[in-house]
């Protein structure tokens, strides 16, 4: 199918720059967001945006619909509740969830868009708002096949890495898998500058010298050095990565995975919270396994 | 001062490549080994090579001294032991030690030097039998910095990435924090492989949905494809880890730092060696992660 208009519901601090990506891309778009004003806004600014009543409306005006809300209620809201996408939507349309929620609660939207001859990808994204005002998302996708290939075009006006990750439900998985290996990351670049901090090494000397090697990583290259400055405005808030750290305890404790590490650094995010950190960037982690504040 | 020749004690597994590249580079060499076949072998195959009957006739031999041998106890015993490189040594004399052992040794046997008017650069390597062999080793060092700058071609004969850490165990010490982020990350990549395997996520698109952003690491690209292979052949030995986290508990415990993650992973590669897994490659720790074997 070309697609030309878009339905697309959430304008927050991901989804307003993504929305204008798709714009730029030749879009239309009908928007709407439970601020109205919001949605006013944009569509004052923006000529091709149109301002549904409902998340119905916007289902009865497109046949592909973006969501990215916070939680896994407000996704069910967004999609099941009154006025909501499956009490708008026409036969043959795709819903693209981009929200980070629980894979089996998309498994389960899923299930009821089929009945309606619909389907769901599911396909959160990380990169955070610099990657969506970017457009250089990294976007993981579950679904059926078919349906991601349909939609291609439409998430290539948003990221660049783009990986269809397997059935409805992958693109959480991995996105979860994500955050198991950034928070572990970040804990372990907290424990070597902290080490080297409390045995008079300098950590900006250290950074340098191992992570062009075995020892490097994202995290280190990019959150060790505003560590060792104390710079602990958010990219990424913990308050955020916390939610994450939920949904991946929630899968593993159904699927009885010992995540240890990953469970470990969760808790160390309790702790930053509990020191009122908790709108700071993730590597304030570093107060909680140091000791310091 | 101009070196020319060049002490070597120790020709393992690193060592011999290691002083392979001194050749390549112009340098003569004088030798000993433990195992005295070996030097002899060297020398028998090398022009340039003459092997000595002591670390103390190599001292009398060489103003330069690299020592590359397995423990706190081994350094100990080729410098300050019977027939000892101390017994030996002429004042002004440097002494390069490039094992992995504990800073505090070091520290005590810079001070030993120092009483006979030399000097000792710690200078551990990371990069594995791989990287000796083809002189990219990463090399950290520790000592006064004039003294760094006289060997710091001697340095660049083996290593690529040669960075100055700071005065005496600063290269320890970083050799250190490079093995906390290198097993804290290689737990990581085990947790979140045994994540997706038992949620019916490929492991291999997970490893290429995220490898390229804020989740990346050096383990994640190089160790996971391996764990999905069950590729355990070693690049580098959980028994030499094993090795390396007791030196980094130590100097934790000495230090009241807390390193829970890396000890976390210590205790990992305990139970990795308990299934004799001792001589695998260190990514087998994801048989004590998972669970399954």
């Given at each position: 199918m070309a697609v030309e208009k878009i339905g697309f519901v959430g304008l927050g601090i991901m989804g307003l720059p993504m929305a204008g990506n798709l714009l730029k891309a030749g879009y239309e778009l009908v928007v709407w967001n439970r601020t109205t004003s919001k949605a006013n806004d944009f569509a004052a600014n923006n000529p091709g945006v149109s301002v549904a009543s409902s998340p119905a409306e916007v289902a009865e005006q497109a046949r592909v619909i973006i969501t990215i809300v916070t939680d896994s209620s407000d996704v069910a809201q967004v999609v099941l509740?009154?006025?909501?996408i499956s009490s708008g939507i026409k036969e043959g349309s795709v819903v693209i969830d981009m929200s980070t929620i629980s894979p089996a609660v998309e498994k389960d939207l899923n299930v009821l868009l089929e009945e309606k001859g619909c389907s769901l990808i599911d396909a959160p994204v990380s990169g955070g708002d610099v990657g969506a005002q970017a457009g250089t998302l990294a976007i993981m996708a579950g679904g059926q096949r078919t349906d991601f290939e349909k939609v291609l075009p439409v998430f290539e006006a948003m990221g660049k890495?783009?990986?269809?990750?397997?059935?409805?439900?992958s693109g959480q998985l991995t996105k979860q898998c994500n955050q198991i290996l950034v928070s572990m990351n970040l804990n372990a670049v907290c424990e070597a500058i902290s080490f080297a901090d409390n045995n008079g090494l300098d950590p900006d000397v250290m950074i340098s010298a191992v992570s062009g090697g075995a020892a490097g990583s994202w995290q280190l290259s990019n959150l060790g050095p505003k560590i060792v400055e104390g710079d602990y405005e958010p990219g990424f808030m913990i308050d955020l990565m916390q939610k994450d750290l939920k949904l991946v305890m929630e899968t593993a404790n159904a699927s009885s995975t010992q995540v240890t590490g990953a469970s470990m650094v969760h808790q160390l995010f309790n702790s930053a919270q509990g020191k009122g950190?908790?709108?700071?960037?993730?590597?304030?982690l570093f107060e909680a396994v140091s000791g310091k504040d």
């Open positions: 509740g009154e006025n909501g890495t783009i990986t269809y990750c397997g059935p409805v439900g950190l908790g709108r700071k960037g993730t590597q304030a």
